[in-house]
Structures are given as C-alpha cells and as structure tokens.
C-alpha cells in the first residue's frame, strides 16, 4: 500500500525545482514535464530508486527504461561508444524527441536496461527537464509518469490523479507539445532500427542516415523488449477502444452503426474523430483530436483525449483510423496498441 505524501511544484519555483533535483538523487522519484509526455524520473545510477519506479507504476520487470540527460558530456559514463550514424542524429535532434540505444556502460545498473547489454537514452527539449537533471547531478531513468498500461500524462493533471500518493514530487510545467513518447532508435547496427515511432519520424531520420529500417513487431514472440512501448498493452483508457479503418464515408457510416447497436445494449459510447468528422457521429460523447490535415495536433491531444473517455465514463470507444505518414505512424501506433489491435475493417 502507497502512504507517500506528493507534492506538487510549479516550474517556476527554483527553490522547490532544487528540492526535487536533490530529492532524485537521493533516491525519491519526481515526475516533471518534457515535450512528449510527462516522465517519472530516478537516479538512474541506483538501482533500488530505479526499482521503485516498476513499484509505482505496476510496469512489468522486462520492460527498459530510457536515461534522459542535460548534457552530451553525460555520455561517456552510460555508453560504450557513439557510432557516427548516432553523432548526426544527436547533432539534428537534441535536445528532441528523439532517443538512442546505444551499447551500455557498466555504470548502468542492469535493472534500468532489464538486463540487455544496451541502453536507451534522450535529452529532452523542456526547459523543465533540463534543469531538474543538471541540478540533481545524475543521469535520470525515467518512463511514463502514469500507471502502467494508461495512456501517457501529458499535464501534471494526468500524473497526479494516477500516482498521487506513490511518489515525492511532481513538477507542473503545463501541458507536453509533442504529446507522444520519443521515436526510439537503435543505432548499434550499420543501419539504424525504429523501435518505437514518435516525434522525430521515419521521413527526418532517412534525410540524416539515408537507410532506416523498421523493426517488425511480434517477429520474435518470446524476445525480451528492446525498448518501451514495444511488447505490452499500453496507452489504453478503462474503456476498450475498436479502430474502424477504411474510406472515410464508409467509417463515418460503420462507427454511426456500431453506436446504435452498442446503444441497444444500454452502453455509453465515445467516438473520438477527426474534426472534419466530429459532427456526423451519433455517439454519447464525440472528441475531435484534431484535423487529419494536421497529424501534429492530433498527436498533441491523443492521450488527453483517452483520458476524458474515462473522466466521462464511456463503457466503449470507436476511433477513427488517421494517416501514417510523418508522426502519424506514432499517433497510429499508440492508437492500435490502446486498441490491443481490434480492427474494424470496411
């Protein structure tokens, strides 16, 4: 049972930041804002605060976290090399969205990696961020401030109504821009690897490396996750969610009938839709997550979204199916694994 007393500090409070920052390398955990999600952070030097973050969120032992840091001088104690295809990617996108697996150092406590021989590391691009890890002095292993399986915080909102109580501190630094975890990227190969789609996409990443592959997931069943995001139900409300794929016409027209039998059935039901769409649905609750013509914006919004379908009790959730190109590969990713891959298909 969690008793642990949380507070909630304003970004703009240097003296409670300072608090925090010494709190985390101490051993407590802080949640603080980046531009992709809010991150639930510990000296990723020690491995039983690094522990309590699996505690706090109920994450399964096998899943990695990544190691975010202030500073490209930080390297050298966490990795073993940085390839060149890796120098670019840095040189590009950091601080970004972006993360890195490179070869770990033996700095690194095995439980931050769940035991492979690689790491997983960022520099994010929130002031906030920054600053909570150059004053606490170490790098921070951080995944998701929410519990495991929810979909991603994007406001200290989210963090507090899911780990009030399990952790110290909480930093308010308003809502996240990105709004989807970082792309993370295997660089240890000759041609680097996309574990997990995000805010820096397949497109950029080509322009820098020229050759990028994209790893297959459910190719090898019983492979440990080489990255967050990877093996696992995440990003999921309380509520299931069923993609309906297809012609546009055609969807507006299949999810319309799904909520008239689902109401049949007495459930409360939530579509969420494309604001070009957000009209034509009969549904209980409808949420436009932004234009399909702007894949950004409904990135920036995707999980909050997820989290007012619980906030407003729907008993199911239809969705509408949006482009994958550009970040829309990430916001489609996230959107399958909530669905744990129920597809519609019309």
Known sequence: MFLIETRIIRADDEEGLSKAAQALKNGKLVAFPTETVYGLGANA????????????????????LIVHISDKGQLKDIVLEVPENARKLMDKFWPGPLTLVLKKSDAVPDVVTAGLDTVAVRMPDNIVALRLIELSGVPVAAPSA?????????????????????????????????????????????????????GVTYEMIGEVCGKVDVYKVGAKAAEKPR?????????????????????????????????????????KVGVL??????????????????????????????????????????????SETFGEKG?????????????????IKV
Do not use: W
Request: charged share 30%; hydrophobic share 35%; aromatic share 6%.
């Open 273 to 318: 839709a494309s604001e070009e769409n957000a009209g034509l649905y009969k549904a209980d609750v409808v949420l436009p997550a932004g234009s399909a013509k702007r894949p950004e914006e409904i990135a920036s919004r995707l999980f909050d979204c997820l989290r007012k379908f619980d906030d407003l009790k729907v008993d199911i959730i239809y």
């Open 146 to 198: 929410n519990l495991s399986g929810r979909p991603s915080p994007t406001s200290a909102m989210h963090v507090a109504k899911d780990l009030t109580g399990r952790i110290e501190y909480i930093i308010d630094g308003g809502s996240c821009s990105v709004g989807v975890e970082s792309t993370v990227l295997d660089v240890t190969g000759d041609i680097p690897v996309i574990l997990r789609p995000g």
């Open 45 to 64: 030097y020690d491995p039983e605060a690094v522990k309590r973050i699996f505690e706090a969120k109920g994450r399964p032992g096998d899943n990695p």
């Open 327 to 343: 970040i829309g590969r990430a916001v489609m990713n996230r959107l399958k694994k909530a669905s744990a891959g129920k597809i």
């Open 227 to 267: 990255s967050p995001g990877m093996k696992y139900r995440h990003y999921s409300p309380e509520a299931d969610v069923i993609l309906v794929e297809g012609e546009n016409a055609r969807v507006v027209d299949e999810i319309n009938k799904q909520v008239s039998l689902a109401h049949e059935k007495n459930l």
